[in-house]
T-cell receptor, first 114, second 111 residues
Framework: KQEVTQIPAALSVPEGENLVLNCSFT??????LQWFRQDPGKGLTSLLL?????REQTSGRLNASLDKSSGRSTLYIAASQPGDSATYLC?????????????FGQGTILTVHP | EAQVTQNPRYLITVTGKKLTVTCSQN?????MSWYRQDPGLGLRQIYY???????DKGDVPEGYKVSRKEKRNFPLILESPSPNQTSLYFC??????????FGDGTRLSIL
């Protein structure tokens, strides 16, 4: 059974800190991995998608890396801001095709306080 | 604006009363899916569809039905809702290995 684990479950940091969120998965036959953000009462917004052939993706202050051999991905957030407070979820597609099922982690609840 | 639209956003109903949650996307995506999100259990896939008239079960399909008669629409049907189907539901769509787009969610309470 494919499993995705996110550590830590919750994180509280002061504004301006750089931080790392971790995601580990059991199935190394990964097709791609996505990081999402979920605000309270809202749907998920895609932040970054890393294909299996890639090592990392960057968007603004966000950088996501993928290490297939160790079954890990990290989301790095630079210079955190209160507006970054949300739940962050990773999801991997290990279905072998571009339309494979996404398996989600439980998420990391991030709070950035002023 | 590219989006996935779900309706209703909130619904309180009673056991056994059939209901339908609609989902529509305007991005011409082939792949659509339904999830439920529960505390401690995360997001679990209910059903998915690869294209028109092609649907398949996800991880928790019991008690749900779907149909895909048009590319843009993917309704979720609860024929005889029960209290254990009280949850937050999300519809999503994507094109191949591109990022997945989610609706804003439907909060269902079944009494």
């Amino acid at each position: 059974k494919q499993e995705v684990t996110q550590i830590p479950a919750a994180l509280s940091v002061p504004e301006g800190e750089n931080l790392v969120l971790n995601c580990s998965f059991t199935d190394s036959a990964i097709y791609n991995l996505q990081w999402f953000r979920q605000d309270p009462g809202k749907g998920l917004t895609s932040l970054l998608l890393i294909q299996s052939s890639q090592r990392e993706q960057t968007s603004g202050r966000l950088n996501a890396s993928l290490d297939k051999s160790s079954g890990r991905s990290t989301l790095y957030i630079a210079a955190s801001q209160p507006g970054d407070s949300a739940t962050y979820l990773c999801a991997h597609n290990a279905g072998g095709t571009s339309y494979g099922k996404l398996t989600f982690g439980q998420g990391t609840i991030l709070t950035v306080h002023p | 604006e590219a989006q996935v639209t779900q309706n209703p956003r909130y619904l309180i109903t009673v056991t056994g009363k059939k209901l339908t949650v609609t989902c529509s996307q305007n991005m011409n995506h082939e792949y659509m899916s339904w999830y439920r999100q529960d505390p401690g259990l995360g997001l679990r896939q209910i059903y998915y569809s690869m294209n028109v008239e092609v649907t398949d079960k996800g991880d928790v399909p019991e008690g749900y039905k779907v149909s895909r008669k048009e590319k843009r629409n993917f309704p979720l049907i609860l024929e005889s809702p029960s209290p254990n189907q009280t949850s937050l539901y999300f519809c999503a769509s994507r094109l191949g290995d591109q990022p997945q787009h989610f609706g804003d969610g439907t909060r269902l309470s079944i009494l």
